[in-house]
């Protein structure tokens, strides 16, 4: 029980840090980043364009004797995904082109537009040569109705308060942002310093880091403070139906997350014979207006058991533009759309010609 709660504050590490710095006179780096995650929840439309790279991928161990892996693995090194668009608030609509360029030997990309509305979904179907696609549904949209889809699976529509959750956003981030130590977490960055893309203009530019050297630290504060802090605000009466979660859930999770300095230590121990955290970062620059216009993440561990190791370096870097400007949609509303349903009869019946199957079932009725 002791590791399983271990195991799940680690995975929620990463989260927390990406989470708490979303986001001035110049202000402490720590209330910066506040005043700026703040402001982001205020942003009724705006630009953004985000890039992940797979800068390093190691791996040893007893399977890259499997030939699929070691492809696998080449394809990812120095893999590049990046994805820009606009989002509006109300009406609420977003439109988005994710690019995906995977190197090594089997190197090939592709692009994939989508627009998201509150009912509908729209993702348009790539000409992937070695998916095999038929050619009268390349291009077209794939549409995904969230009615249709909530009744297939038996389940309310997915709906979003976006008041109450702007509310909790703000408690989350005063209630567990304040567990963690500036002086051991955040910093700031000169402007000049920060190499910030060109056109990026910042008033502040400020970094939190969880490194080898306070990672005891940075877990201890998240199993003891911040996740008992979360669920509390979780429990609250009118967050409960945001995140559809059942109390005894929430107590079942705080009652885990309870042990002493020593089994803490016990496990943090345990945790570091397998994983080491040799940065995870998030650099924020803060514009004028208190906005949040560019972050860079970084990510860089290393991986271990009895058989395996591996190590990877992943940044992630987003820009913000065109922050309550009016949204410029290039897409729009997609008109030549295709069903889930005729895009399974259409890819199937093309790998398989059924009219002779019908005409046997017609002979057996």
């Known amino acids: 029980m002791r590791k399983k709660w271990l195991t799940g504050s680690l995975a929620v590490l990463l989260a927390f840090v ?94 994939l537009p989508m627009v998201i509305t509150p009912d509908k ?22 549409v995904l109705d969230m009615k249709e889809l909530a009744e297939q699976a038996g389940e309310p529509i997915p709906t979003v308060d976006v008041v109450k959750t702007q509310k909790f956003s703000n408690e989350f981030l005063k209630e567990v942002m304040g567990k963690f130590d500036e002086k051991t977490y955040f910093s700031e960055i000169a402007v000049k310093d920060a190499n910030l893309p060109e056109g990026v203009e910042a008033k502040q530019v400020v970094k939190v880091a969880i490194t080898k050297d306070n990672f005891d630290q940075a877990v201890t504060t998240i199993v003891k403070d911040a996740l008992p802090a979360l669920i509390d605000l979780m429990s609250k009466d009118e967050y409960k139906e945001l995140f559809q ?8 999770l705080k009652s885990e997350m309870t042990a002493t300095d020593s089994e803490l ?37 290393d991986f271990k058991d009895e058989t395996d190791q591996m190590k990877l370096v992943v940044h992630v870097n987003t820009t913000t533009s065109n922050i309550n400007e009016k949204a410029e949609f290039k897409i729009g509303i997609p008109t030549d759309t295709i069903t889930m349903e005729q895009l399974q009869e259409s890819y199937f019946g093309a790998m398989y010609d059924l009219s002779e199957y019908d005409e046997e079932l017609d002979a057996i009725e």
């Open 265 to 301: 230590k016990e496990g943090l121990e345990e945790i570091k014979k397998s994983l080491t955290v040799n940065e995870l970062s998030m650099t924020t620059a803060i514009n004028k207006d208190g906005y949040p216009v560019y972050q860079t993440i970084i990510g860089n561990v």
């Open 121 to 142: 979904m729209y993702y348009k179907i790539p000409n992937i040569p070695m998916l095999g696609l038929p050619a009268d549904i390349v291009d077209k949209y794939l």
């Open 245 to 252: 979660i059942d109390q005894a859930d929430l107590d079942q």
């Open 18 to 111: 990406l989470v708490l710095t979303g986001c001035g006179a110049k202000e402490t780096p720590k209330n910066a980043l506040e005043g700026a995650f703040i402001k982001s929840t205020e942003m009724k439309s705006y630009a953004f364009k985000s890039s992940i790279t797979v800068n390093d991928l190691q791996m040893d161990g007893a399977d890259l004797g499997d030939p699929s892996v070691a492809m696998v693995i080449n394809m990812l090194k120095n893999a590049e995904l990046t994805i820009d668009g606009v989002a509006q608030l109300d009406p609420m609509q977003v439109e988005a082109t994710l690019n995906v360029a995977l190197k090594g030997d089997m190197a090939f990309s592709f692009s």
